[in-house]
């Protein structure tokens, strides 16, 4: 993408891109993660991110994009987001976020404290309940069906 003089940062073309591959911890250095493991999430979607970055007042537009490296054309993992970086003169929009490095970090703390992922462990948890409940008596008591002979 070329970017003449003119070009200001406001454009959304100049925005920075975040893929939730980036900030991954399920993704590895080559598979697209761009921090460290143990300040990435596990398993990240576009909403996520949109709704940490609106929250700290950045601009945000959501594209449906789907990163390159990815393997699965899933509806999961689609998203793009655009975020403004800096201002026209230079500057950061924020002077918490100086480089994209420091919004990824900030991502990667702010996203496990969304009201969405307190509720996910316990909805694991009841689904492997509801699980165990759903096999017949027989198979748990050690039983084995042989069927006809």
Not at 54 to 77: C, F, I, M, T, W
Not at 81 to 106: A, C, H, M, W
Request: proline share 7%.
């Amino acid at each position: 993408m070329m970017f003449t003089k003119d070009t200001k940062h406001s454009d959304k073309k100049r925005w920075i891109c975040i893929y939730p591959s980036y900030i991954n911890n399920q993704k590895t250095l080559a598979q697209g993660r761009r921090i460290p493991k143990e300040c990435a999430v596990a398993n990240p979607n576009y909403e996520e991110i949109r709704d940490v970055l609106v929250a700290a007042g950045l601009q945000v537009d959501v594209e449906n994009k789907l990163y390159p490296r990815e393997n699965s054309k899933e509806l999961l993992y689609r998203g793009r987001i655009r975020v403004q970086l800096r201002q026209d003169n230079g500057q950061p929009v924020k002077p918490q976020f100086p480089t994209r490095e420091s919004l990824f970090r900030y991502l990667g703390e702010n996203i496990p404290k969304l009201k969405t992922r307190q509720n996910k462990p316990a909805e694991g948890q009841q689904a492997a309940a509801a699980a165990a409940a759903a096999v017949p008596a027989g198979a748990q008591a050690g039983k084995k069906n042989r069927g006809k002979r």
